[in-house]
């Protein structure tokens, strides 16, 4: 077998630039968000501490209508493609919608 020039890590390349990019946050956080973002954990699980404990209090302070917010995000979460939410809320460290 002939390998024309090129190298076993020239392969190696090639055959990860075929891999898309997948997140591992942006399902989980998307989940949290929708089923429990009453809680804030999807905050939490993102690092955003103080954030979640501000959605918390926010919920306690509206009775709950502000559970509206984690929801919404959730929803924004999935629709995002995984390098753009790894872009805007893992490395960017957006923290609201």
Known sequence: MENYGYTNSDNA???QANIPYRSEKKIPAALLGILVGWLGL????LGYTKEGIIQIILNVVTFGVATIIPF???ILYLFMSDKQ?????????KAWL
């Open 42 to 45: 999807n905050k939490f699980y």
């Open 72 to 74: 919404i995000e959730g």
């Open 13 to 15: 390349q090639n055959q």
């Open 85 to 93: 939410f790894d872009d805007t809320y893992v490395h960017g460290k």
